[in-house]
Each structure stands twice: as C-alpha cells, then as structure tokens.
C-alpha cells in the first residue's frame, strides 16, 4: 500500500509539472538586464538637461577655438570637456590610448567618417585604428586626468561664486 501511495504521489507530481509546463503558466515575462531608457527625464530634470547642454556646447566652441579639443567621434565628448578637453584625433594617431569616452563611442560604431575609413574590428573582437589596437588611458593617464577635472572644479569655484 505504501509503495502504491508513493507511485500515485511521483504520477501526481510528474503530470501537474508537464500541465504547468506545457501551458507556459510559470514562465516569466522577458527581462531585460539594462532596459533601453528605463526612465525618460521629465519636467525640470529635461530643462536643466537642455541648459546644461547649451552650455556644453559653448564650452566645446571654445576648447575647439583654442585647439584644445578635437574629437574623433560623432556627439559631444563630455569626459573630455569635463577635464579642459582632449585632442582625440592625436591620441588615436599616437595609438598610446583614448579617454573613456572616446574608447566606448567607437566600439559603439560612432566613429567620424574620417576615423572610420580607418577602424576595423579583429577576429579578437578589438577594435583597430589603422592596425593599432584602441586602448583605453592608462591607469597612471586616467588618475591624471580626475586630477585635472578637480583642479577645474576647484578653479572654476560654486555656481554661487
């Protein structure tokens, strides 16, 4: 009797796992890890987006007028204009690394016309300009140019100032 109680129990068990499998009741919807703009900016957050931007942009014409800031991909390089600017174009050419920003904007495909004639992507999944692996500052580069955002920062005083 014991043996056929547990048999009915392991049938019982096997048949209301293949009912619930079979009709999809204990799925879960997709899940995404990164969902594409999981929350849009609204109201006061998107005007003081679009202020600050204006004044991105002023601050790029001058860095550019002074030739202290050139990109090599397309839409603004807020890392660089965040530490006085860099010359992307020249640090690609050197192949000695490029800032974070630069370095994501290419593996994003986001290249100018200018520099993309020129990049390739490696069997490895590295990207290339012009046969030299793109690589990211160095460690000793990357503390370097934090230090020159404090110093702008420092600088440049309180918005209240």
Known sequence: ????????????IFGAGYLLGST??????QVDAAGPNQQRLA??????????RLEMDKLSSILSAEEKHRL?????NFFALSVGGIDAMREL???????????????AGRA?????????TGDDGRIRYKGNIVRLYSRERLKEMFRLRDEL??????IGD
């Open 93 to 107: 050419e050197e192949g000695r690394g490029v800032d974070p920003e630069t370095f994501a904007a290419l593996y």
């Open 43 to 52: 109201g006061e957050a998107l005007l003081s987006y679009k202020r600050s």
């Open 153 to 158: 920062l420092n600088r440049s005083g309180t």
């Open 1 to 12: 009797m014991q043996k056929l109680n547990l048999v009915l129990f392991a049938c019982t």
């Open 24 to 29: 999809d009741s204990l799925t879960t919807s």
């Open 72 to 76: 090599a991909t397309d839409g603004e």
């Open 112 to 120: 100018l016309s200018e520099i993309s004639e020129h990049v390739e």
